[in-house]
């Protein structure tokens, strides 16, 4: 249960500091294709999964919760999702992923990129490890060619915002202007990808140098159902589970 050509393409991939993201088609087939644009969302939902255990589960009720689509389109649905998963961790030879399933209705949350680097989820800070992303519907995710140049000014204007505001709240209007601010370093075209329809991106994350890459949410105007897979080893995955529910815990403590 893998796409035999996207995992020929993963396998062969050479991801580094100069070349730090990648396009790559999907091989639906002609049945996928028609279940994938059948998508319909009703409300807004997420999961995230420390590995493929009791997935079924898990998918099965996101989708009861944020789909309008039968049962019988969901599990088609689903099952897509999983031979994505598979094929990712089988062509990075991992044992296992962290795992973002996203679903998304219409809304100008990020008419205004968002322009970030992802840090390290597991293992060495200064390791560059992949990221795989894709879209089953809606807007797809953008990318930009990073540089030590460009991360420099990044850098700089981060830290110049902080200075005057502190830690902001996301969505707040002080956000909104930050993200105006920033997204001035990021107007060459040549230099912007934006994921094609039936495409996979992945890049990479995990270094504070400049290898990895920048990329940002589009602009969501239409129903979107987004999924990223992180491939790692088991243990990786449950230490970082482990982080995160202290860090959920430490929130609400805090609140």
Same mark, same amino acid.
């Given at each position: 249960?893998?796409?035999?050509?996207?995992?020929?393409?993963?396998?062969?991939?050479?991801?580094?500091? @100069?070349? @730090?993201?990648?396009?790559?088609?999907?091989?639906?087939?002609?049945?996928?294709?028609?279940?994938?644009?059948?998508?319909?969302?009703?409300?807004?939902?997420?999961?995230?999964?420390?590995?493929?255990?009791?997935?079924?589960?898990?998918?099965?009720?996101?989708?009861?919760?944020?789909?309008? @689509?039968?049962?019988?389109?969901?599990?088609?649905?689903?099952?897509?999702?999983?031979?994505?998963?598979?094929?990712?961790?089988?062509?990075?030879?991992?044992?296992? &992923?962290?795992?973002?399933?996203?679903? /998304?209705?219409?809304?100008? =949350?990020?008419?205004?990129?968002?322009? !970030?680097? =992802?840090?390290?989820?597991?293992?060495?800070?200064?390791?560059?490890?992949?990221?795989?992303?894709?879209?089953?519907?809606?807007?797809?995710?953008?990318?930009?060619? +990073?540089?030590?140049?460009?991360?420099?000014?990044?850098?700089?204007?981060?830290?110049?915002?902080?200075?005057?505001?502190?830690?902001?709240?996301?969505? /707040?209007?002080?956000?909104?202007? +930050?993200?105006?601010?920033?997204?001035?370093?990021?107007?060459?075209? @040549?230099?912007?990808?934006?994921?094609?329809?039936?495409?996979?991106?992945?890049?990479?994350?995990?270094? +504070?140098?400049?290898?990895? &890459?920048? !990329?940002?949410?589009?602009?969501?105007?239409?129903?979107?159902?987004?999924?990223?897979?992180?491939?790692?080893?088991?243990?990786?995955?449950?230490?970082?589970?482990?982080?995160?529910?202290?860090?959920?815990?430490?929130?609400?403590?805090?609140?």
């Amino acid at each position: 249960m893998e796409y035999s050509s996207l995992k020929k393409s993963l396998k062969t991939l050479k991801l580094n500091e @100069n070349t @730090n993201f990648t396009a790559i088609d999907i091989d639906y087939t002609k049945e996928e294709k028609d279940i994938l644009s059948k998508i319909k969302v009703k409300k807004k939902d997420r999961i995230m999964m420390y590995g493929i255990y009791g997935i079924n589960k898990k998918i099965d009720s996101l989708f009861h919760n944020s789909l309008e @689509n039968d049962y019988e389109d969901c599990k088609k649905i689903r099952e897509i999702i999983k031979k994505l998963i598979i094929t990712a961790i089988k062509s990075f030879k991992e044992e296992s &992923a962290l795992i973002h399933v996203r679903v /998304s209705l219409p809304n100008s =949350d990020f008419k205004i990129p968002r322009w !970030h680097i =992802d840090g390290p989820f597991f293992g060495q800070e200064l390791k560059l490890s992949p990221k795989f992303v894709t879209t089953l519907t809606g807007p797809d995710t953008m990318l930009y060619k +990073n540089s030590k140049k460009l991360k420099k000014q990044y850098n700089q204007m981060l830290k110049k915002q902080y200075d005057k505001l502190g830690h902001i709240s996301p969505f /707040s209007k002080d956000d909104i202007e +930050n993200r105006k601010e920033i997204n001035k370093l990021f107007n060459d075209k @040549n230099k912007l990808t934006v994921l094609k329809k039936y495409q996979a991106g992945v890049f990479l994350v995990g270094s +504070n140098r400049y290898g990895n &890459a920048f !990329h940002s949410e589009p602009h969501i105007n239409a129903d979107r159902v987004y999924i990223a897979v992180l491939p790692g080893k088991k243990e990786d995955i449950q230490s970082y589970k482990k982080k995160q529910q202290k860090f959920e815990k430490l929130l609400k403590t805090e609140k």
